[in-house]
């Protein structure tokens, strides 16, 4: 009785810390687990069952500030699976309860770890929509829905019922999240914690002009109830209905027929999971037919036609042991945390980025919190939020050296910027010449095959290698007698090196590692200079003519080729063999796409976003970053948010990357290269 007691305790203080005051203190996997340990323990000993156990609850009780309303039909939660043979064994359940029945079709779609709400419908208006609350009476939340563009308040189409409820999941795309927390950074406001809490707390604003400020979307995923002579057949004719009726609904919806066929979903959707552009915790699987859905029926607010598979968690609670400082290739001092080993994601996490000094200021971060990790996909773990209800008493706060880790000079830091960085030069920063040195062999520069982190680390650790033009003099004796490396080895590696001075100029100048120049502005600039006499000696004015170029990326330019040692060492990479083809003289206007305004938006899969950038630059195409009446094209790959959506109110052409690649190839662009 008192085990019992004891969780139901705990577990109703973390439902109110989640869902009322969007401040969690554990994680969603570390709130299963005590949910499934109470659940184990009622069904061992029904006596200690209670009404207000959260066992007998959906979700948390409507906030006191709203309006309640009561579901027409309840908002049922799901039964959980995390394996192959828990899809099977219901899979077998559900045809075992339909007599006759051989083979059932189901659909499969991702699960979205977002907000559940209920929209009504009548004649085709909102009139209503709802939170699942407690699963029975939920909380009103229409005026903040309103707000909501991806939510029709009067749908198209016909043959809509007369009054009907749809259901879905609010949630936050990452890149709108990512764009909406930087904007509120800029401005000194309060980031949100993470897309999930983000768009809970949207919802619960008493001032919907706050909601309409975040970018809130939703996918509608069912039907709830509906009056009047429309009687589908099938959760998909549902869905298919409802995106003529205006709604949005996920695209990677699939039926399959069998428990195999399910498990190719939820495998192909965790290969995906990574690139969506938004946040899932697994997969839906629910009996398409809604009249086999109906015989099936429902046990203890549970329908037992649908079942959720849920992916390893993404979010974990840990310990921050300590806080490092490393230095990078542009001397930018930046911390990251040490973490008590903690598993997330499917991989055990023991270090995560902390960007910068702010970040930590914003984190109210200190060494010996407990802390709130989150990882997506291959994406660097995160420290999410503080708990600071837990905090010890001996945590210390988090202070920024005043020397450089590597090299000992002061680090500095301008009034203008967010990072602190070495004051040293990189040729006198041993951490920033490695990173230079990687810059430099990696595959969009100079493309050193070979030259990987521990040869570079060992040939400035032997003081072999000062900066990369010191690369082009190494012999076979200095790099056969580092260590696992023979003369097998060190042939080879200076053949690496001698093949790779054949190059481009757009290459040359990205591999010299001049702060804010990437792949997309080197092309730029070699299109634009097309020497590099021309480019040494360009003007600060000269240099913010250019097409990708400005004040900030000028003014790093100019103070890289006044620096009399950087000059040196491009001096010597020329006098020892370094060269590329001249670069043609082009006429901007006579380019495939001169005037054409490109936007790029979603995950692409085959080409990296700043090469597809420079290619586009390379036809004579502008990209923008947003979309606006002047798009000429928009490219959208996989989680395309709000661009690929007014992209569409306006009528613009929409390309996928695979015509983007056809488009490349056909102008003589090999993007292989």
Request: aromatic share 6%.
């Given at each position: 009785?008192?085990?019992?007691e004891?969780?139901?305790?705990?577990?109703?203080?973390?439902?109110?810390?989640?869902?009322?005051?969007?401040?969690?203190?554990?994680?969603?996997?570390?709130y299963?687990?005590?949910?499934?340990?109470?659940?184990?323990?009622?069904q061992?000993?029904?006596?200690?069952?209670?009404?207000?156990?959260?066992?007998?609850?959906?979700?948390?009780?409507?906030?006191?500030?709203?309006?309640?309303?009561?579901?027409?039909?309840?908002?049922?939660?799901l039964?959980?699976?995390?394996?192959?043979?828990?899809?099977?064994?219901?899979?077998?359940?559900?045809?075992?309860?339909?007599?006759?029945?051989?083979?059932?079709?189901?659909?499969?779609?991702?699960?979205?770890?977002?907000?559940?709400?209920?929209?009504?419908?009548?004649?085709?208006?909102?009139?209503?929509?709802?939170?699942?609350?407690?699963?029975?009476?939920?909380?009103?939340?229409?005026?903040?829905?309103?707000?909501?563009g991806?939510?029709?308040?009067?749908?198209i189409?016909?043959?809509?019922?007369?009054?009907?409820?749809?259901?879905?999941?609010?949630?936050?795309?990452?890149?709108?999240?990512?764009?909406?927390?930087?904007?509120?950074?800029?401005?000194?406001?309060?980031?949100?914690?993470?897309?999930?809490?983000?768009?809970?707390?949207?919802?619960?604003?008493?001032?919907?002009?706050?909601?309409?400020?975040?970018?809130?979307?939703?996918?509608?995923?069912?039907l709830?109830?509906?009056?009047?002579?429309?009687?589908?057949?099938?959760?998909?004719?549902?869905?298919?209905?409802?995106?003529?009726?205006?709604?949005?609904?996920?695209?990677?919806?699939?039926?399959?027929?069998?428990?195999?066929?399910?498990?190719?979903y939820?495998?192909n959707?965790?290969?995906?999971?990574?690139?969506?552009?938004?946040?899932?915790?697994?997969?839906?699987?629910?009996?398409?037919?809604?009249?086999?859905?109906?015989?099936?029926?429902?046990?203890?607010?549970?329908?037992?036609?649908?079942?959720?598979?849920?992916?390893?968690?993404?979010?974990?609670?840990?310990q921050?042991?300590?806080?490092?400082?490393?230095?990078?290739?542009?001397?930018?001092?930046?911390?990251?945390?040490?973490?008590?080993?903690?598993?997330?994601?499917?991989?055990?996490?023991?270090?995560?980025?902390?960007?910068?000094?702010?970040?930590?200021?914003?984190?109210?971060?200190?060494?010996?919190?407990?802390?709130?990790?989150?990882?997506?996909?291959?994406?660097?773990?995160?420290?999410?939020?503080?708990?600071?209800?837990?905090?010890?008493?001996?945590?210390?706060?988090?202070?920024?050296p005043?020397q450089?880790?590597?090299?000992?000079?002061?680090?500095?830091?301008?009034?203008?910027?967010?990072?602190?960085?070495?004051?040293?030069?990189?040729?006198h920063c041993?951490?920033?010449?490695?990173?230079?040195?990687?810059?430099f062999?990696?595959?969009?520069?100079f493309?050193?095959?070979?030259?990987?982190?521990?040869?570079?680390?060992?040939?400035?650790?032997?003081?072999?290698?000062?900066?990369?033009?010191?690369?082009?003099?190494l012999?076979?004796?200095?790099?056969?007698?580092?260590?696992?490396?023979?003369?097998?080895?060190?042939?080879?590696?200076?053949?690496?090196?001698?093949?790779?001075?054949q190059?481009?100029?757009?290459?040359?100048?990205?591999?010299?590692?001049?702060?804010?120049?990437?792949?997309?502005?080197?092309?730029?600039?070699?299109?634009?200079?097309?020497?590099?006499d021309?480019?040494?000696?360009?003007?600060?004015?000269?240099?913010?003519?250019v097409?990708?170029?400005?004040?900030?990326?000028?003014?790093?330019?100019?103070?890289?080729?006044?620096?009399?040692?950087?000059?040196?060492?491009?001096?010597?990479?020329?006098?020892?063999?370094?060269?590329?083809?001249?670069?043609?003289?082009?006429?901007?206007?006579?380019?495939?796409?001169a005037?054409?305004?490109?936007?790029?938006?979603?995950?692409?899969?085959?080409?990296?976003?700043?090469?597809?950038?420079?290619?586009?630059?390379?036809?004579?195409?502008?990209?923008?970053?947003?979309?606006?009446?002047?798009?000429?094209?928009?490219?959208?790959?996989?989680?395309?948010?709000?661009?690929?959506?007014?992209?569409?109110?306006l009528?613009?052409?929409?390309?996928?990357?695979?015509?983007l690649?056809?488009?490349?190839?056909?102008?003589g662009?090999?993007?292989?290269?």
């Amino acid at each position: 009785m008192q085990q019992a007691e004891a969780l139901r305790t705990r577990l109703n203080h973390h439902l109110h810390r989640y869902h009322v005051l969007d401040d969690p203190e554990i994680a969603d996997a570390e709130y299963d687990a005590l949910f499934d340990q109470l659940h184990a323990l009622e069904q061992a000993h029904p006596e200690l069952r209670s009404e207000d156990s959260p066992t007998q609850r959906v979700g948390a009780p409507a906030l006191s500030e709203f309006a309640k309303v009561t579901h027409v039909l309840p908002m049922l939660s799901l039964d959980k699976s995390t394996s192959a043979q828990d899809i099977d064994d219901w899979v077998k359940r559900c045809l075992g309860r339909l007599p006759g029945e051989t083979q059932i079709s189901y659909t499969c779609e991702p699960k979205i770890d977002g907000v559940a709400v209920a929209l009504t419908y009548e004649n085709g208006v909102l009139v209503q929509a709802a939170t699942r609350g407690d699963g029975q009476i939920g909380e009103n939340i229409l005026a903040n829905v309103r707000t909501i563009g991806a939510i029709p308040l009067t749908l198209i189409g016909e043959g809509f019922p007369n009054k009907f409820e749809v259901r879905g999941e609010i949630y936050i795309a990452l890149d709108d999240f990512d764009a909406f927390n930087k904007r509120a950074l800029e401005k000194g406001s309060k980031p949100l914690i993470n897309p999930r809490n983000g768009a809970a707390g949207s919802l619960r604003q008493l001032d919907s002009k706050i909601t309409a400020s975040r970018p809130l979307t939703m996918f509608c995923y069912s039907l709830g109830w509906s009056e009047g002579d429309w009687v589908p057949e099938s959760q998909m004719q549902v869905l298919e209905s409802l995106q003529g009726w205006g709604f949005r609904v996920n695209p990677l919806v699939e039926v399959v027929t069998d428990s195999k066929g399910c498990m190719d979903y939820i495998d192909n959707i965790l290969e995906q999971r990574s690139r969506l552009g938004y946040e899932i915790d697994g997969v839906v699987v629910k009996v398409n037919s809604l009249e086999q859905q109906s015989i099936l029926g429902a046990v203890t607010r549970k329908p037992r036609w649908a079942i959720a598979y849920k992916y390893p968690a993404e979010e974990a609670t840990t310990q921050l042991l300590n806080v490092e400082f490393q230095v990078g290739r542009t001397g930018a001092i930046t911390p990251v945390a040490r973490l008590a080993p903690v598993f997330v994601g499917g991989v055990t996490v023991t270090n995560a980025t902390l960007h910068n000094m702010d970040e930590i200021a914003r984190l109210g971060l200190h060494v010996g919190d407990r802390v709130m990790i989150r990882r997506a996909g291959d994406v660097i773990p995160q420290v999410a939020s503080v708990i600071l209800s837990q905090r010890p008493g001996d945590a210390r706060a988090i202070e920024l050296p005043t020397q450089c880790p590597s090299c000992n000079s002061a680090i500095v830091r301008l009034d203008d910027e967010v990072v602190a960085r070495c004051s040293a030069n990189r040729n006198h920063c041993p951490a920033q010449r490695k990173e230079c040195l990687r810059h430099f062999a990696s595959r969009l520069a100079f493309d050193v095959d070979g030259l990987g982190d521990k040869i570079i680390e060992q040939l400035v650790a032997e003081d072999l290698v000062k900066n990369s033009a010191d690369l082009f003099k190494l012999d076979a004796a200095q790099i056969s007698g580092l260590e696992r490396m023979g003369e097998k080895s060190a042939k080879n590696l200076l053949q690496a090196l001698e093949k790779s001075k054949q190059t481009t100029f757009p290459r040359f100048i990205y591999s010299l590692g001049i702060r804010e120049v990437g792949e997309a502005t080197a092309l730029s600039l070699a299109q634009h200079f097309r020497t590099l006499d021309g480019l040494q000696g360009a003007t600060h004015e000269a240099l913010e003519v250019v097409d990708d170029v400005g004040p900030v990326v000028a003014d790093s330019l100019y103070h890289y080729f006044q620096d009399e040692e950087n000059l040196a060492v491009i001096e010597q990479l020329v006098a020892l063999g370094v060269q590329w083809p001249e670069m043609p003289v082009v006429d901007a206007q006579a380019l495939p796409l001169a005037g054409e305004v490109w936007v790029l938006t979603g995950t692409l899969e085959t080409l990296a976003r700043n090469a597809a950038k420079a290619f586009l630059l390379a036809l004579g195409a502008k990209v923008a970053g947003s979309v606006s009446a002047k798009t000429t094209k928009v490219v959208a790959g996989p989680g395309a948010g709000s661009k690929l959506e007014k992209a569409q109110q306006l009528g613009l052409t929409v390309l996928e990357e695979k015509d983007l690649i056809t488009l490349l190839k056909e102008h003589g662009i090999d993007v292989s290269d």
